[in-house]
T-cell receptor, first 112, second 111 residues
Framework: SQQGEEDPQALSIQEGENATMNCSYK?????LQWYRQNSGRGLVHLILIRSNEREKHSGRLRVTLDTSKKSSSLLITASRAADTASYFCATDFRGSNYKLTFGKGTLLTVNP | DAGVIQSPRHEVTEMGQEVTLRCKPI?????LFWYRQTMMRGLELLIY????????DSGMPEDRFSAKMPNASFSTLKIQPSEPRDSAVYFC?????????FGPGTRLTVL
Protein backbone atom coordinates (compact mmCIF):
# COMPACT_ATOMS: atom_id res chain seq x y z
CA SER A 1 0.00 0.00 0.00
CA GLN A 2 1.04 3.60 -0.45
CA GLN A 3 3.25 4.88 2.34
CA GLY A 4 2.40 8.53 1.85
CA GLU A 5 -1.12 9.85 1.44
CA GLU A 6 -1.67 13.51 0.66
CA ASP A 7 -4.76 15.52 1.37
CA PRO A 8 -6.62 17.24 0.04
CA GLN A 9 -6.59 15.54 -3.35
CA ALA A 10 -7.29 18.90 -4.96
CA LEU A 11 -7.04 22.48 -3.76
CA SER A 12 -8.09 25.66 -5.55
CA ILE A 13 -7.09 29.08 -4.22
CA GLN A 14 -6.64 32.65 -5.36
CA GLU A 15 -3.28 34.17 -6.13
CA GLY A 16 -1.74 35.67 -3.00
CA GLU A 17 -3.38 33.21 -0.63
CA ASN A 18 -1.51 30.53 1.27
CA ALA A 19 -1.80 26.86 0.33
CA THR A 20 -1.44 24.03 2.82
CA MET A 21 -1.11 20.39 1.85
CA ASN A 22 -0.80 17.47 4.21
CA CYS A 23 0.86 14.08 4.02
CA SER A 24 0.39 11.10 6.31
CA TYR A 25 2.47 7.96 6.38
CA LYS A 26 2.30 4.64 8.15
CA UNK A 27 5.71 3.47 9.31
CA UNK A 28 8.87 5.06 10.71
CA UNK A 29 10.80 7.07 8.19
CA UNK A 30 14.31 8.28 7.64
CA UNK A 31 13.45 11.34 5.54
CA LEU A 32 10.38 12.93 4.01
CA GLN A 33 10.51 14.95 0.82
CA TRP A 34 8.15 17.07 -1.21
CA TYR A 35 8.17 17.15 -5.01
CA ARG A 36 6.29 19.27 -7.52
CA GLN A 37 5.06 18.13 -10.94
CA ASN A 38 3.87 20.54 -13.58
CA SER A 39 1.49 19.10 -16.13
CA GLY A 40 3.31 16.91 -18.64
CA ARG A 41 6.65 17.19 -16.86
CA GLY A 42 8.84 15.15 -14.53
CA LEU A 43 8.84 15.62 -10.77
CA VAL A 44 11.06 18.30 -9.29
CA HIS A 45 12.50 18.04 -5.79
CA LEU A 46 11.43 20.90 -3.51
CA ILE A 47 12.60 20.16 0.00
CA LEU A 48 13.78 17.33 2.26
CA ILE A 49 13.18 17.12 5.99
CA ARG A 50 14.92 14.55 8.16
CA SER A 51 13.14 12.55 10.83
CA ASN A 52 14.91 14.47 13.61
CA GLU A 53 13.82 17.85 12.22
CA ARG A 54 10.49 19.51 12.94
CA GLU A 55 10.42 22.41 10.52
CA LYS A 56 12.27 23.57 7.45
CA HIS A 57 12.02 26.62 5.20
CA SER A 58 13.00 27.26 1.62
CA GLY A 59 11.89 30.55 0.11
CA ARG A 60 8.08 30.61 0.20
CA LEU A 61 7.94 26.97 1.28
CA ARG A 62 7.58 25.80 4.85
CA VAL A 63 7.54 22.11 5.73
CA THR A 64 6.70 20.67 9.12
CA LEU A 65 7.10 17.11 10.31
CA ASP A 66 5.36 15.49 13.27
CA THR A 67 6.77 11.98 13.68
CA SER A 68 4.44 11.23 16.60
CA LYS A 69 1.45 11.74 14.30
CA LYS A 70 3.29 10.40 11.24
CA SER A 71 2.36 13.47 9.26
CA SER A 72 3.88 16.38 7.40
CA SER A 73 2.53 19.59 5.93
CA LEU A 74 3.72 21.78 3.09
CA LEU A 75 2.80 25.45 3.23
CA ILE A 76 3.24 27.69 0.20
CA THR A 77 2.89 31.33 1.15
CA ALA A 78 1.76 34.15 -1.13
CA SER A 79 0.89 31.72 -3.91
CA ARG A 80 1.33 32.57 -7.57
CA ALA A 81 -0.33 31.23 -10.69
CA ALA A 82 3.00 29.55 -11.51
CA ASP A 83 2.62 27.40 -8.38
CA THR A 84 -0.19 25.53 -10.11
CA ALA A 85 1.00 21.91 -10.13
CA SER A 86 0.65 18.57 -8.39
CA TYR A 87 2.57 18.16 -5.14
CA PHE A 88 3.78 14.79 -3.86
CA CYS A 89 5.30 13.68 -0.60
CA ALA A 90 7.83 10.86 -0.64
CA THR A 91 9.29 8.87 2.21
CA ASP A 92 12.27 6.59 2.69
CA PHE A 93 13.38 4.22 5.44
CA ARG A 94 16.64 3.18 6.98
CA GLY A 95 18.33 0.74 4.66
CA SER A 96 16.01 1.54 1.77
CA ASN A 97 18.91 2.19 -0.62
CA TYR A 98 17.50 5.59 -1.60
CA LYS A 99 14.18 4.00 -2.59
CA LEU A 100 11.28 6.45 -2.20
CA THR A 101 7.58 5.74 -1.82
CA PHE A 102 5.36 8.46 -3.26
CA GLY A 103 1.83 9.44 -2.36
CA LYS A 104 -0.84 10.15 -4.97
CA GLY A 105 -0.41 13.88 -4.76
CA THR A 106 -2.40 17.06 -4.26
CA LEU A 107 -3.42 19.03 -7.35
CA LEU A 108 -3.05 22.72 -6.53
CA THR A 109 -4.68 25.30 -8.76
CA VAL A 110 -3.84 28.96 -8.15
CA ASN A 111 -6.27 31.25 -9.90
CA PRO A 112 -4.97 34.64 -11.08
CA ASP B 1 24.67 19.08 -16.74
CA ALA B 2 21.79 18.27 -19.09
CA GLY B 3 19.90 16.44 -16.37
CA VAL B 4 18.35 13.00 -16.79
CA ILE B 5 17.74 12.31 -20.47
CA GLN B 6 14.97 10.03 -21.68
CA SER B 7 14.12 8.92 -25.18
CA PRO B 8 11.84 8.82 -26.96
CA ARG B 9 9.62 11.51 -25.44
CA HIS B 10 6.54 10.05 -27.09
CA GLU B 11 5.91 6.58 -28.42
CA VAL B 12 2.81 5.28 -30.14
CA THR B 13 2.78 1.60 -30.99
CA GLU B 14 0.38 -1.19 -31.67
CA MET B 15 -0.47 -4.00 -29.33
CA GLY B 16 2.01 -6.84 -29.55
CA GLN B 17 4.96 -4.70 -30.59
CA GLU B 18 8.19 -4.43 -28.62
CA VAL B 19 8.86 -1.09 -26.97
CA THR B 20 12.24 0.08 -25.66
CA LEU B 21 12.56 3.14 -23.46
CA ARG B 22 15.97 4.65 -22.80
CA CYS B 23 17.49 6.65 -19.99
CA LYS B 24 20.78 8.43 -19.43
CA PRO B 25 21.23 9.33 -15.75
CA ILE B 26 23.18 12.26 -14.37
CA UNK B 27 26.90 11.57 -14.42
CA UNK B 28 28.11 10.50 -10.99
CA UNK B 29 24.73 9.32 -9.75
CA UNK B 30 24.94 5.71 -8.63
CA UNK B 31 21.24 4.89 -8.31
CA LEU B 32 18.66 4.77 -11.09
CA PHE B 33 14.91 4.28 -10.83
CA TRP B 34 12.17 3.49 -13.35
CA TYR B 35 8.62 4.66 -12.53
CA ARG B 36 5.28 4.44 -14.27
CA GLN B 37 2.56 7.06 -13.81
CA THR B 38 -1.12 6.69 -14.63
CA MET B 39 -4.21 8.52 -13.44
CA MET B 40 -5.60 5.37 -11.88
CA ARG B 41 -2.53 4.07 -10.07
CA GLY B 42 -0.44 7.20 -9.55
CA LEU B 43 3.36 6.94 -9.54
CA GLU B 44 4.61 3.37 -9.23
CA LEU B 45 8.21 2.27 -8.79
CA LEU B 46 8.99 -0.48 -11.28
CA ILE B 47 12.65 -1.25 -10.62
CA TYR B 48 15.77 0.39 -9.30
CA UNK B 49 19.51 -0.11 -9.68
CA UNK B 50 22.47 0.67 -7.43
CA UNK B 51 25.86 0.75 -9.15
CA UNK B 52 24.27 -0.84 -12.24
CA UNK B 53 22.94 -3.81 -10.25
CA UNK B 54 19.15 -4.36 -10.00
CA UNK B 55 18.20 -4.14 -6.34
CA UNK B 56 14.42 -4.41 -6.33
CA ASP B 57 12.26 -5.35 -9.31
CA SER B 58 9.17 -6.23 -7.30
CA GLY B 59 7.25 -3.44 -9.00
CA MET B 60 7.70 -4.84 -12.48
CA PRO B 61 4.15 -5.81 -13.43
CA GLU B 62 4.90 -9.05 -15.25
CA ASP B 63 7.40 -10.93 -17.34
CA ARG B 64 6.66 -8.74 -20.33
CA PHE B 65 8.70 -6.02 -18.64
CA SER B 66 12.49 -6.13 -18.39
CA ALA B 67 15.14 -3.57 -17.52
CA LYS B 68 18.89 -3.44 -17.94
CA MET B 69 21.69 -1.15 -16.94
CA PRO B 70 24.77 -2.25 -18.87
CA ASN B 71 26.85 0.68 -17.61
CA ALA B 72 26.64 3.71 -15.36
CA SER B 73 25.43 6.01 -18.13
CA PHE B 74 22.64 4.03 -19.76
CA SER B 75 19.55 2.03 -18.89
CA THR B 76 16.68 0.54 -20.88
CA LEU B 77 13.16 -0.55 -20.01
CA LYS B 78 11.68 -3.00 -22.49
CA ILE B 79 8.10 -4.15 -22.89
CA GLN B 80 7.55 -7.19 -25.07
CA PRO B 81 4.82 -7.70 -26.15
CA SER B 82 3.13 -4.39 -25.36
CA GLU B 83 -0.55 -4.18 -24.39
CA PRO B 84 -2.99 -1.23 -24.27
CA ARG B 85 -2.92 -1.30 -20.44
CA ASP B 86 0.78 -0.43 -20.58
CA SER B 87 -0.16 3.05 -21.80
CA ALA B 88 1.32 5.48 -19.28
CA VAL B 89 4.09 7.97 -18.73
CA TYR B 90 7.36 6.26 -17.82
CA PHE B 91 9.90 8.21 -15.81
CA CYS B 92 13.54 7.56 -15.12
CA UNK B 93 15.19 9.18 -12.11
CA UNK B 94 18.72 9.14 -10.75
CA UNK B 95 20.36 10.08 -7.48
CA UNK B 96 23.49 9.90 -5.38
CA UNK B 97 21.57 10.53 -2.17
CA UNK B 98 17.88 10.70 -1.27
CA UNK B 99 17.07 13.62 -3.56
CA UNK B 100 15.98 12.12 -6.90
CA UNK B 101 16.29 13.95 -10.21
CA PHE B 102 13.60 12.98 -12.69
CA GLY B 103 13.77 12.92 -16.44
CA PRO B 104 11.01 14.45 -18.60
CA GLY B 105 9.34 11.09 -19.12
CA THR B 106 8.25 9.01 -22.09
CA ARG B 107 4.55 9.05 -22.91
CA LEU B 108 3.68 5.59 -24.22
CA THR B 109 0.45 4.88 -26.04
CA VAL B 110 -0.31 1.31 -27.03
CA LEU B 111 -3.19 1.02 -29.50
Amino acid sequence: SQQGEEDPQALSIQEGENATMNCSYKTSINNLQWYRQNSGRGLVHLILIRSNEREKHSGRLRVTLDTSKKSSSLLITASRAADTASYFCATDFRGSNYKLTFGKGTLLTVNP
Amino acid sequence: DAGVIQSPRHEVTEMGQEVTLRCKPISGHNSLFWYRQTMMRGLELLIYFNNNVPIDDSGMPEDRFSAKMPNASFSTLKIQPSEPRDSAVYFCASTDDFHQVFGPGTRLTVL
